[in-house]
T-cell receptor, first 117, second 110 residues
Framework: SAVISQKPSRDICQRGTSLTIQCQVD?????MFWYRQQPGQSLTLIAT?????????ESGFVIDKFPISRPNLTFSTLTVSNMSPEDSSIYLC??????????????FGPGTRLTVL | QKEVEQNSGPLSVPEGAIASLNCTYS??????FFWYRQYSGKSPELIMF????GDKEDGRFTAQLNKASQYVSLLIRDSQPSDSATYLC??????????FGQGTELSVKP
């Protein structure tokens, strides 16, 4: 599977500010995804990051709040804008495997733990 | 109805026992099913995937899929304290999105 890194691994931010999270993969991948995991909860898909076009957002998530960039096939960023304490979560990027018959398997990065005060 | 449902637990089993984790889903068109393990403070780690009805075994893990009854399960044989984690059931829905259940917390007692 691909090796995925995220930066920062954690951060504590003040409300009203923005944080950009980076996701780097060691190989080219077509599909990259951003998830949120709130405390004690499961994973919720925020958006699919598409290379060369706008991200596709899930219901309840909007581009103004979570702008995403995907400049190439190995890198993506997610920005959490105008943060409030409700944005305190773990944010994870994932990539879809391109290996043969398991092409729809996703692998996750280590996550970014965000606390908003 | 949630697309993927799991008992949140916690499920507690003694060391050496079989742990049985269950998951039901609503989308009959789903084709791919996954089990992820998540240790506290860590990201999810893929441990099993299954596409076909029946059983799939990998070491101490067996995934079972029954599409007619819309459930998928994970059996962990000879459970070890190191298996203590939250197990997430996921499936690809017809829109191609990976949807997760709420996760089952497993505790294996020495």
């Amino acid at each position: 599977s691909a090796v995925i890194s995220q930066k920062p691994s954690r951060d504590i931010c003040q409300r009203g500010t923005s944080l950009t999270i980076q996701c780097q993969v060691d190989s080219q991948v077509t599909m990259m995804f951003w998830y949120r995991q709130q405390p004690g909860q499961s994973l919720t898909l925020i958006a699919t990051a598409n290379q060369g076009s706008e991200a596709t957002y899930e219901s309840g998530f909007v581009i103004d709040k979570f702008p995403i960039s995907r400049p190439n096939l190995t890198f993506s960023t997610l920005t959490v804008s105008n943060m409030s304490p409700e944005d305190s979560s773990i944010y994870l990027c994932s990539v879809e495997s391109t290996s043969g018959i398991i092409s729809d398997t996703q692998y996750f990065g280590p996550g970014t733990r965000l606390t908003v005060l | 109805q949630k697309e993927v449902e799991q008992n949140s637990g916690p499920l507690s089993v003694p060391e050496g026992a079989i742990a049985s984790l269950n998951c039901t889903y609503s989308d009959r068109g789903s084709q791919s099913f996954f089990w992820y393990r998540q240790y506290s403070g860590k990201s999810p780690e893929l441990i099993m995937f299954i596409y076909s009805n029946g059983d799939k075994e990998d070491g101490r893990f067996t995934a079972q899929l029954n599409k007619a009854s819309q459930y998928v399960s994970l059996l962990i044989r000879d459970s070890q304290p190191s298996d203590s984690a939250t197990y997430l059931c996921g499936m690809n829905n017809q829109g191609g999105k990976l949807i997760f259940g709420q996760g089952t917390e497993l505790s294996v007692k020495p």
